[in-house]
């Protein structure tokens, strides 16, 4: 569990001025968020970030010193985001325990250590292909038996050659993709 208890102590002390201190350090990315108590933003700000308890605490708490796409770059499992909540309270984000168990908690939910992760199509099985990449079960086994026959892809080119897999799928997923 948490014990951020004490930042509630620290807010008695001027949190305003020390979040808005912060933010001109943190520089541009900083918006009208660094209100002490800002509203909750509205849903349809970052669609990237699906539906769910804790989503607006996230949005709000964790912008505050830079983009909240920082949060999109890798997934991770409960105890990582815990972790990484623990590495930002360190670096000055204020949020009562409640908060911040909301906000593992959606996180956790939303970005799962699946999510964003790369894979390499010349290690993968089909599920794992499939998952990833978002591919049918039978695009992924196509892309194992052209493999198996033909030997190592090397790059996305090779990956199009593969019969009855949807080309704008792989073109999606570029960026997961390891050779
Ligand atoms: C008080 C300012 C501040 C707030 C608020 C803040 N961060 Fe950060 N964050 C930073 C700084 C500074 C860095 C760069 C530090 C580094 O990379 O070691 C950073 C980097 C990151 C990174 C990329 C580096 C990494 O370790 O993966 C992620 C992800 C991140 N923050 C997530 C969050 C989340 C989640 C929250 C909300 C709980 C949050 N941040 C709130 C200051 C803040």
């Not at 209100?35 to 996230?58: I, N, W």
């Not at 992924?140 to 038996?145: C, L, Q």
């Amino acid at each position: 569990m948490f014990a951020y208890s004490y930042l509630r102590a620290a807010k008695l002390v001027g949190i305003g001025l020390f979040v808005f201190s912060l933010s001109m350090l943190a520089g541009p990315a900083v918006s009208a968020s660094q209100d002490p108590a800002p509203k909750p933003q509205q849903s349809q700000d970052h669609p990237e970030f699906p539906a769910g308890d804790g989503r607006e605490t996230t949005l709000r708490v964790c912008s505050k010193c830079h983009s909240v796409n920082n949060l999109l770059a890798t997934g991770r499992d409960r105890q990582g985001w815990e972790d990484l909540i623990v590495k930002m309270v360190s670096l000055g984000t204020k949020g009562t325990d409640e908060e911040f168990t909301d906000i593992a908690g959606y996180l956790t939910a939303s970005f799962p250590p699946s999510f964003g992760a790369k894979i390499n199509v010349n290690k993968a099985e089909v599920k794992q292909l499939a998952m990833t990449l978002v591919l049918t079960s039978d695009e992924s086994k196509e892309i194992v038996k052209y493999r198996e026959k033909n030997g190592d892809y090397k790059s996305l080119d090779d990956l199009k050659k593969v019969p009855n897999v949807d080309a704008k799928k792989l073109e999606a997923k570029k960026d997961k993709l390891l050779f």
